[in-house]
């Protein structure tokens, strides 16, 4: 079965400081994989989405940046957290393919970043 | 630009009241509907696709119906562990990278 990890589960960081959140998928082989924000009562923003290694399409202008070093890793990155970038960070893959059962997406447990 | 608009924003049930969420949605060329539910602190968990209108989904409690403009989420006879936000979304045919546009959600509690 396949199972999806995020790292770290909460993260307090100072302005100005850099972030990488790690994103990684068992159990499927060449995954969509995104990355969304939820703002504390809101609905889920879509930041960043990748359909293979090294292709990385981004949803929304801000100081953060995605990267997919390997099939199953996605890694979210800022060189200089803002405050507006507290919020909870979710990541999400969807089965390669086209099967009419295969477009839903499974979250994973998301990570708690605190700016301050 | 696709849209999703959940109502109520907020739903509280006594157990056993039953009740339904609305989910209206503008798309062009609709692949598919889904439906999740979030725990406080948690990410979404899947619980239901629909694709066409008329189409209907159940699980346990909570059945899941489609229109060509909306859907509903009925859950009957509710207990406190159907407290939850529940979370609709589309996908369009033409989605870049198969990418969901979801709704602000309906957060329902559930008293006993």
């Known amino acids: 079965s396949q199972t999806i990890h995020q790292w770290p589960a909460t993260l307090v960081q100072p302005v100005g400081s850099p972030l990488s959140l790690e994103c990684t998928v068992e159990?499927?082989?060449?995954?969509?994989l995104y990355w969304y924000r939820q703002a504390a009562g809101r609905g889920l923003q879509l930041l960043f989405y990748s359909v293979g290694i090294g292709q990385i399409s981004s949803e929304v202008p801000q100081n953060l940046s995605a990267s997919r070093p390997q099939d199953r890793q996605f890694i979210l990155s800022s060189k200089k957290l803002l405050l507006s970038d507290s919020g909870f960070y979710l990541c999400?893959?969807?089965?390669?393919?086209?099967?009419?059962?295969?477009?839903?997406?499974?979250f994973g447990p998301g990570t708690r970043l605190t700016v301050t | 630009e696709d849209q999703v608009t959940q109502s109520p924003e907020a739903l509280r049930l006594q157990e056993g009241e039953s009740s339904s969420l609305n989910c209206s949605y503008t798309v062009s060329g609709l692949r598919g509907l889904f439906w999740y539910r979030q725990d406080p602190g948690k990410g979404p968990e899947f619980l239901f696709t629909?694709?066409?209108a008329g189409e209907e989904k159940e699980k346990e409690r909570l059945k899941a119906t489609l229109t060509k403009k909306e859907s509903f989420l009925h859950i009957t006879a509710p207990k406190p562990e159907d407290s939850a936000t529940y979370l609709c979304a589309v996908q369009a045919y033409k989605a870049a990278g198969n990418k969901l546009t979801f709704g602000g959600g309906t957060r329902v509690l559930v008293k006993p």
């Open positions: 999400a893959w969807k089965s390669a393919g086209g099967r009419a059962s295969s477009y839903e997406q499974y």
């Open positions: 159990g499927t082989s060449n995954p969509n």
């Open positions: 629909l694709y066409s």
